[in-house]
């Protein structure tokens, strides 16, 4: 396993010190290191559960060192962090997980650091942890809950209130926890460009939940997957594939409509929408501002047939002429907080103060969205994030009418709208619905 902790190692590190993205560099350490099957999940599981619960880590290392973790050399930091997930997450024994740790830092630092690492480490193995969760957060205040659960206080604040305003008041500890479990891998079989079914069969996977699309695996690499290589299918959030489905069956498909996805990048929904106005003779552009982003758009949606969607790199704040799109979906930029379970290490990098930024920009392109839609055209608007100010605050200010999105949620997931909460809106959760925590509302502009 040494190999396997050095892949952690060095994922961690250049997540925290470097800016990295663990979805994206984990598997080209993976790969250098040609790790594979159980010493590959030992070093994912270790890494992203480092990053997860970094923060209950650093109040533990806290109090067995008596020092601000901020205050140590980034590689004993970090490999305090590994050392503690070992013991008290993963079932190593706990003379490997110091003698591991102190082996690390000794590589990284020298003998004095790695003298502080032992003695820090042997702290950490005396408690389990239950033990340690009762020492350094007691009791049931925000902080406490926090603490325990590995996120920023302001983030539980915001995700309590977003909860209350759902009707699902005292469930945050089961929003937090949710977030701490990795997701499954779940695919989109793109509709009229491989059947479910036999994607089912290609990936020994088994039909999700909610949408008709997905496919969940029970593991490996979908990427080595024949109908994810030819872009037939794709690894895609089963919520995300509901609230970009609602938008086609909130109404009647009416051959030569022009749809837009306005802040299209990376391309998911874009490709999912493209093959639903393929089958119902619609046309798609497909808008980013970002050109490499453009890119990943147009990687994405290679397999819809051609002439199908149309791929432009603007700012979707300005882009487009008056009018001109029967169904438009903004998946807007925004705190991503809905899907902290995919990403470790972003409740740690997301502040309070990038709402101050976002939500001006999202009433930017609401705006735009609004000019662009054609009259009795419908919005999506859609976030990965329950945060009220990015969803329903944003809503409110639109001139559009808010119509119920229940309704067509019900009919692309064959349930029932009562299931999908007070509406108009819908807000999944990923305590109660497994999915990312996606916000979808359908505006409807009036008719001449």
């Known amino acids: 396993m040494s190999r396997a902790r050095d892949v952690a190692y060095d994922c961690v590190m250049a997540v925290s010190t470097e800016g990295a993205y663990a979805n994206l560099l984990m598997p080209s350490l993976l790969e250098r290191m040609r790790l594979e099957g159980r010493d590959a999940g030992f070093a994912t ?152 079914e036999e994607l089912i069969q290609q990936a020994g996977g088994e039909a999700g939940e909610y949408s008709p699309y997905a496919v969940v695996l029970p593991g490996g690499r979908p990427g080595d997957l024949e109908a994810v290589a030819e872009g037939t299918a794709a690894v895609q959030d089963e919520g995300s594939q509901v609230v970009a489905a609602a938008l086609v069956a909130a109404q009647p498909v009416e051959p030569g409509e022009r749809w837009l996805d306005l802040c299209s990048g990376p391309g998911g929904k874009a490709a999912l929408l493209g093959a639903l106005a393929a089958d119902g003779a619609a046309t798609l552009d497909a808008v980013e501002l970002h050109p490499h982003r453009a890119d990943l758009v147009r990687r994405s949606t290679r397999a819809v047939p051609e002439g199908v969607v149309t791929i432009h790199t603007g700012d979707g704040t300005t882009w487009g002429d008056d009018g001109t799109y029967d169904r438009i979906v903004l998946d807007a930029p925004c705190s991503g907080l809905g899907a902290l379970r995919r990403r470790p290490e972003s409740r740690w990098r997301r502040q309070p103060e990038d709402l101050d930024e976002l939500v001006p920009l999202q009433q930017r392109l609401l705006a735009n969205a609004e000019r662009l839609l054609a009259p009795g055209g419908l919005l999506a608007y859609i976030t990965c994030s329950p945060v009220l100010a990015e969803t329903r605050d944003i809503v409110a200010g639109t001139t559009l009418r808010q119509i119920d999105a229940r309704d067509a949620v019900a009919a692309v997931t064959d349930t029932t709208p009562r299931m999908w909460g007070a509406g108009p809106h819908v807000q999944l959760w990923t305590h109660i619905h497994g999915t990312d925590s996606m916000f979808l509302a359908l505006l409807e502009k009036p008719g001449v």
């Open 45 to 196: 599981e270790l890494a992203y559960g480092t990053l997860r619960m970094r923060g209950l880590y650093d109040a533990i290392v806290e109090k067995a060192s008596g020092r601000d973790p901020r205050d140590l050399d980034p590689e004993v930091r970090v490999s305090l962090w590994l050392g503690a997930h070992q013991h008290l997450a993963m079932r190593v024994p706990p003379h490997a997980a110091v003698n591991e740790t102190v082996s690390q830092v000794r590589r990284e630092r020298g003998q004095g650091a790695s003298k502080l690492a032992n003695a820090v480490m042997r702290r950490i193995t005396e408690r389990d942890a239950e033990a340690w969760l009762a020492l350094v957060a007691p009791g049931d205040s925000r902080h406490a809950i926090a603490t325990r659960n590995s996120h920023p206080e302001w983030v539980v604040r915001e995700l309590e209130d977003a909860l209350a305003a759902d009707g699902h008041q005292g469930e945050v500890v089961a929003l937090l926890e949710s977030d701490n479990s990795p997701a499954r891998v779940t695919l989109v079989a793109r509709p009229g460009l491989v059947d479910r």
